[in-house]
């Protein structure tokens, strides 16, 4: 039997132990190592050997250090035929689109059940791309409006960043902290967040933020 190692990329303790637990449930599915930020993900795999000591990696889109999608980029340059399945707690809408274009194998929301985990690392470490309906869903509406994206979408992956972070509630100074950027770096992103969202405030940011999370019809 082959048996597919993996390493897990979250910066939450009982998430990556949730996650080892479901895991351990496949005899197929070994979890080798752990890593709590962006940069332990990339000394990790690079220490394991990638695919000679690895199969998967299952890696969360909100990490300290480099965020998910840094470290998907990064790990598609120097390990380009090593897997990632992307975790996240933001529904298929806000990020399944952009993690596929960027190389990712598949995208799983953190509440998904524990058969359709297993289901995505057996599928993705075959080879396979794993979407789910909603997923489908989103790259379908992508691919029918073509290079005239919208919402979040249209926005750069640095101008993405800052959207996450004002979204939640982080001040120009905080994010600037958080991602390493100066202030006034953090402000000019914001404004060209607003000019491609048609938004004029946070306020409304939040409000267009909270729409766009929603599935399509609701």
Known sequence: MTVTRVLIGDDHRIVREGIKQVLADADDVQVVAEAPSGPEVLEVVQALGARSGLELVLLDVALPG????????????????????????????QYAVRCIRMGAAGYLNKSADPDDMVAAVRKVAAGGLYVTPATAEALAAAVGRGDARRGPEALSHRE????????????????????????????????R???????KNDVELALYAERHARPAGL
């Open 193 to 199: 967040i607003l000019e491609k969202t048609g938004t």
């Open 160 to 191: 993405h960043q800052v959207y996450r972070l004002l979204t939640q509630g982080l001040t120009v100074t905080e994010i600037g902290a958080q991602l390493g950027l100066a202030a006034n770096t953090v402000s000019t992103y914001r404004a």
């Open 66 to 93: 480099l965020d998910g999608l840094e470290v998907l980029q990064c790990l598609r340059q120097s390990h380009p035929d090593l897997p990632v399945l992307m975790l996240s707690t933001y529904p298929e809408r």
